[in-house]
């Protein structure tokens, strides 16, 4: 079974330029998460989908980040104009549903630096 | 405030040893915690899943505990190995009208040989 796809990999932006992450959820699975990793921290959820609804955006800094799901499959998360702080990991996972209970698979990773 | 506080920050131990990682929390209502292993640069992998009545639950070489009274959880490595170097991150759910996780921010472990 194929894993959550992410790309790219890495990023390295100049401050206020913009940047957009792509993820790629295991086949089946309804539940997709945006999160974000600061070194040395635990994940921070960004925005929650089930299919392509937004189930939980309330960490979502909306005046600069962006995310979709249009299809309810593959997801995009974008961020304009970028800020020196946004350097970061940013994680997508997924899950056969929502609730707590159920495992999320995570993937790699897109690690961005913002210079 | 919700919160989930892990200790300690980081721990080197030496290959073949045991270790205690320890998970307090204040996530109210209390649904589930869960361990996940994060090895450098690749997301994290979940390794155990405790509900309120359950107090153990082991995978491997990795046993979890969980006192819901105190609020703590700990996970317990034993025979440690050079592939046990990560970090490793207790994450609390809490089910109200809407879901609720909160992230520790991780124990670093290295396992030196």
């Known amino acids: 079974e194929a894993g959550v796809a992410q790309s790219p990999r890495y990023k390295i932006i100049e401050k206020r330029q913009s940047v957009a992450f792509w993820c790629n959820p295991i086949?089946?699975?309804?539940?997709l998460y945006w999160y974000q990793q600061i070194l040395g921290q635990g994940p921070k959820l960004l925005i929650q989908f089930q299919n392509n609804g937004v189930v939980d955006d309330s960490q979502l800094p909306k005046d600069r980040f962006s995310a979709e799901r249009l299809k309810g499959v593959d997801s995009t998360l974008k961020i304009q104009p970028a800020k020196l702080e946004d350097s970061a990991v940013y994680l997508c996972a997924s899950s056969p549903r929502g609730g707590t209970k159920n495992i999320q698979y995570f993937g790699a990773g897109t690690r961005l630096s913002v210079l | 405030k919700n919160q989930v506080e892990q200790s300690p920050q980081s721990l080197i131990i030496l290959e073949g040893k045991n270790c205690t990682l320890q998970?307090?929390?204040?996530?109210?209502?209390?649904?589930?915690l869960r361990w996940y292993k994060q090895d450098t640069g690749r997301g994290p992998v979940s390794l155990t899943i405790?509900?309120?009545?359950?107090n153990t639950k082991s995978n491997g070489r990795y046993t979890a505990t969980l006192d819901a009274d105190t609020k703590q959880s700990s996970l317990h490595i034993t025979a440690s190995q050079l592939s046990d170097s990560a970090s490793y991150i207790c994450v609390v759910s809490a089910e109200t009208g809407g879901f609720k996780t909160i992230f520790g921010a991780g124990t670093r472990l290295f396992v030196k040989a």
């Open positions: 086949s089946g699975h309804a539940t």
């Open positions: 405790m509900t309120f009545s359950e």
């Open positions: 998970c307090n929390y204040t996530v109210s209502p209390f649904s589930n």
